[in-house]
């Protein structure tokens, strides 16, 4: 149930009985007689909504439920609320907005290095969940909190956060929320093992990188503290999408002499106009680790006719391709030509006549390329002209 809060903390709409012993709504307000005929169609409809938004029983911080390593837990946010008196937004600022949360502990059997790791997430939003990790003088008591780690996800992609125990058997507390006021179902587990994506905040806008072609070059370095690293992972989320998209996995390379390559570059096709979150990952070391996390916006540029042709780019088409290009009056979606064109090592554009169409009354084009043989499965490339 969403608590809504009103003049503070500590305070919550609230029912109650009327003097007259008749049932009282949210604000207080008397509810009128139901007819009796009712009551049956009332009693079931509100049974099903209250087994609907039913709180888990970890809702309140006295329920936490304890978390052994690898042994997952799988859990929901929906029909949660929050005990303001046990919580406090202050000591960590606007990375948490608490709306619906839950609690776990953990008593590490011996101190070092754990994961929590966040998997299985199915959210009605994008945001995913939160999560606030800290240890307490005293449970429910916020001004003895110690906060280990705060962060909202932002995604539904599979995660970990790293847990440094310095104590064993010092119990740790997890509260998990869903983030901005999402409701998620989310599987929950504390290993010694880092499964998943790190859990890093997004890129700033002014990391963003213009194109206006589809095949993009990704550059990264290695960084000297990761050189023990394998390998790298390509990962690329759409900005609307809920999880990112494993593009491409790159080797660590090695020169002759044997010293580990610290450059790298690696190709990418853009299936539409739009934004694009790009993540480096390194893998092979102690856990996965971010080596680069930035934006690309892809804009086509406008197509223009010149000399009564269109120059169609063919750069996102792998060579030897046949590719099937369709045209269309925009205005209409009436089709007005349809050829098989071959991709040719070298050859980039295509070239569409289009002075005739013009003559037709044709005054938007549509041009759709698809190549139904690509590896991967169909690709389709749609651009529109002006005539």
Not at 39 to 68: F, K, M, W, Y
């Amino acid at each position: 149930m969403h608590i809504i809060r009103r003049g503070g903390p500590g305070v919550r709409p609230s029912g109650g009985t009327a003097s007259d012993g008749s049932a009282r709504g949210r604000t207080g307000a008397k509810l009128a007689p139901t007819s009796l005929g009712l009551l049956p169609v009332l009693a079931l409809l509100t049974g099903s909504a209250a087994r609907a938004q039913a709180p888990v029983p970890n809702d309140h911080i006295a329920n936490r439920l304890p978390l052994t390593v690898g042994h997952p837990r799988e859990s929901r946010t929906d029909g949660c609320t929050v005990e303001w008196p046990c919580v406090d937004e202050r000591l960590t600022g606007r990375r948490i907005d608490y709306h619906n949360d839950q609690w776990f502990s953990f008593r590490p059997p011996r101190a070092g290095q754990y994961f929590i790791n966040i998997g299985g997430q199915q959210c009605r939003d994008v945001r995913g969940v939160q999560l606030v990790v800290l240890t307490a003088g005293e449970v429910c008591r916020p001004g003895t909190y110690t906060i280990l780690s705060a962060t909202s996800l932002g995604t539904q992609d599979d995660v970990f956060v790293p847990l440094t125990a310095t104590e064993a058997g010092q119990e740790i507390l997890l509260c998990v929320d869903g983030y901005l006021h999402d409701f998620c179902r989310f599987r929950l587990s504390l290993d010694t093992v880092a499964v998943g994506l790190p859990a890093e905040p997004a890129p700033p806008a002014s990391t963003t990188e213009q194109t206006s072609a589809r095949r993009v070059a990704l550059t990264w370095r290695l960084p000297a503290a990761l050189a023990a690293a394998t390998g790298f992972g390509v990962y690329c989320r759409a900005d609307n999408a809920a999880r990112a998209e494993r593009r491409a996995t790159v080797p660590v390379r090695r020169n002759a002499a044997g010293a580990v390559e610290l450059a790298y570059t690696a190709p990418d096709t853009l299936p539409a106009p739009g934004r694009y979150e790009y993540r480096i990952v390194a893998e092979g070391g102690p856990a996965p680790a971010e080596v680069r996390r930035w934006w690309v916006a892809y804009a086509p540029a406008p197509l223009r006719p010149l000399n009564g042709a269109l120059s169609v780019p063919l750069a996102g088409f792998r060579p030897g391709a046949t590719v099937r290009v369709v045209l269309t009056d925009a205005a209409t979606g009436r089709e007005v030509a349809r050829r098989l064109v071959e991709c040719s090592p070298g050859r980039s554009v295509l070239p569409v006549p289009v002075a005739e169409l013009a003559r037709q009354g044709i005054r938007r084009l549509r041009i759709r390329l698809t190549d139904p043989d690509a590896p991967g499965g169909e690709q389709v490339q749609e651009v529109e002209a002006g005539l």
